[in-house]
């Protein structure tokens, strides 16, 4: 039987992380799985809570959290509405926050291996954690960004730094969403310890990289741009497929959409040892 267990840690800035585990009884010795979620996404978007059954029911614990900062609160789990959280997160934020569920999923299930899967801005996260963190053991990213400063304009930064804050389009709810001055910050302080290829060509266990050859938010050259850096990563394209692998939010279908289907079975096999 699955069963999907709710949990609170304390995230940056005294702001919370709400995550939950999902997990079928009937297996006994269960790898987890820590699901990391991109910019504007967060751990119920669209299709993310059937992927975790999918998951379980293969005999992995699938873990999922929204960062501290990710704009959605307890009250409600399914939008960004706090957009002055949204506003105020920075990438080592994210990276703490990610590092305390880490923490939790570690303490709380010591004898299993974890997995980490990261999406998109949490792709990134996740090739920072996987090139310097043992505790992982393996890990898939999925439509994974190479460079966190893709994620916004170089034009936009002196503009950025004078105002304080500029705005990115939610593309679904066509929102203007606020990013503070301080994600600017936080990365030139941090930019050799932000390097995504740098921490690509660093990694030393088994690393998947799925990407959509139809992904107009991140294209697929920069999944070859991070296979070129590490030549030991797995890159299987996900044929015809979008950002989000057909997924969409609210996803009211009881099955997830035939290319996300087929990301979830490369990512069995591929923790699998297939």
Known sequence: MIKREQFILSGANDKT???DVTYDETHTSQPSIIFVHGIKGFKDWGTHNLV??????EGYRYVKFNLSHSGVTQQVPDEVTDLEAFAAATISMDLGDLD???NYVAHTYPLEPVYLIGHSRGGGLAILKGAGDE???????????????????????????????????NART???MPLNSTL??????????????????AIQIPWLILHGDDDINVPFSVAQQLAQ????ARLQKIQGANHV??????????????QLQEVVEKTLAFFKGE
Do not use: C, M
């Not at 975790?52 to 029911?57: P, T």
């Open 17 to 19: 992380i709400s995550g």
């Open 52 to 57: 975790a059954e999918a998951f379980a029911k």
């Open 100 to 102: 305390t569920a880490i």
């Open 135 to 169: 505790r992982i053991k393996k890990i898939v990213t999925w439509s994974a960004i190479a460079d966190f400063s893709s994620l916004w304009k170089k034009e936009q930064e002196e503009e950025w730094l004078e105002n304080g804050r500029i705005y990115v389009e």
């Open 174 to 176: 066509k929102e203007k």
């Open 184 to 201: 600017l910050e936080d990365y030139k302080a941090h930019k050799a310890e932000f390097d995504i290829l740098e921490a690509a060509a």
């Open 229 to 232: 850096v590490q030549v030991k």
């Open 245 to 258: 692998y057909g997924s969409s939010h609210p996803y009211t279908a009881t099955s997830l959409p035939p």
